[in-house]
């Protein structure tokens, strides 16, 4: 009769825990996107990816960076690891460091 009762009582139990399958996790991740207009993706990546690539992964706690450069336009996505204060160590750096202008800024 006692492990019944102690059966009862844990299926309850199990019950009323809060189990979340999936949590609302917030990943640290940001994308850079400029544009250079009539630029072709090889001057795009030369002169724009590349260089917002080095830059960013010298911020510490970046897990990941990938990029893509397309007539015009150039798009580099920066991850960095969870639980660091990334976004805020983010915000100094990019309101410090600001990617030089391309050949025809002037």
């Not at 006692?2 to 009862?8: E, N, Y």
């Not at 007539?71 to 990019?94: A, D, I, M, Y």
């Amino acid at each position: 009769m006692v492990t019944v009762g102690i059966i009862l009582i844990g299926i309850i139990a199990f019950a009323d825990l809060a189990i979340d399958l999936f949590p609302d996790i917030s990943l640290p991740v940001i994308t850079v996107q400029t544009e250079y207009e009539g630029a072709s993706p090889p001057d795009i990546e030369m002169s724009i990816t590349r260089p917002i690539e080095k830059r960013v992964t010298r911020i510490q706690n970046v897990r990941y960076v990938s990029s893509r450069s397309r007539e015009g336009v150039s798009n580099v996505t920066v991850e960095f690891l969870l639980g660091n204060g990334s976004q805020c160590r983010l915000k100094r750096h990019s309101a410090v460091h600001q990617p030089d202008p391309g050949p025809s800024a002037g």
